[in-house]
């Protein structure tokens, strides 16, 4: 089974300032999806970013980009230009190829809470 | 994004009773949707998949009596809390899956989540 760790449970980061949320995750398969997920209080789900690991080309959402290092198995995001509003519960998740899970169940990492200081 | 709803966003019943809540995707058919619950400040954890017109698969350890899960059209599943006991008290989330076959990607789309309060 994979497994996604989240090693850092807390980042704090400053208004407008840059904050790297770190991901790796353990697999044998070759082609698949990861995923991050903001969590406000609000505790409503929100997709941030996704990314095809055929893809090379790493994911971009406006301020929100990651750094995939397949060989190394990370799957880092980058907030830039950080907001109050990115306050959140961040979780990277995990999917497995069609092939192997035809469902399409997400592997979830334990998460990062994100603090934003004004 | 597509969007999940998810109804009662809050219920509190007593120990003993049932509990129904309901999941729907509102623009798009889901034949696979996901129920999830989580505890404070902890990661989601997948309790089954559910799947329209068969049997829900449950996870390893979700008791399959006590959780009744019902997938009985593209864009509604229902799970029923069944004799709920203060230890069922949590938060339930569920999720659908787009298929982006309108044209969009593969992603699960999540609903606001119901918190259960079992007095």
Redesign the interface.
């Known amino acids: 089974a994979q497994t996604v760790t989240q090693s850092q449970p807390e980042m704090s980061v400053q208004e407008a300032e840059t904050v790297t949320l770190s991901c790796t995750y353990d697999t044998s398969e070759s082609d698949y ?1 990861l ?1 991050w ?1 903001k969590q406000p209080p ?6 941030v970013i ?1 990314q095809e690991a055929y893809k090379q080309q790493n994911a971009t959402e406006n301020r929100f980009s990651v750094n995939f290092q397949k060989a190394a198995k990370s799957f880092s995001l980058k907030i830039s230009d950080s907001q109050l509003g990115d306050a959140a519960m961040y ?1 990277c998740a995990y999917r497995s190829p069609v092939l192997s899970d035809s ?4 592997q ?4 990062t809470q994100v603090v934003v200081t004004p | 994004g597509a969007v999940v709803s998810q109804h009662p966003s809050r219920v509190i019943c007593k120990s003993g009773t049932s509990v129904k809540i309901e999941c729907r995707s509102l623009d798009f058919q889901a034949t696979t949707m996901f129920w999830y619950r989580q505890f404070p400040k902890q990661s989601l954890m997948l309790m089954a998949t559910s799947n329209e017109g068969s049997k829900a698969t449950y996870e390893q350890g979700v008791e399959k009596d006590k959780f009744l899960i019902n997938h009985a059209s593209l864009t509604l599943s229902t799970l029923t809390v069944t004799s709920a006991h203060p230890e069922d008290s949590s938060f339930y989330i569920c999720s659908a899956r787009d298929l982006g076959l309108a044209g969009g990607t593969d992603t699960q789309y999540f609903g606001p989540g119901t918190r259960l309060t079992v007095l």
């Open positions: 999806y995923f997920y609000s505790r409503q789900m929100i997709l996704r979780f469902w399409g169940k997400l979830f990492g334990a998460g």
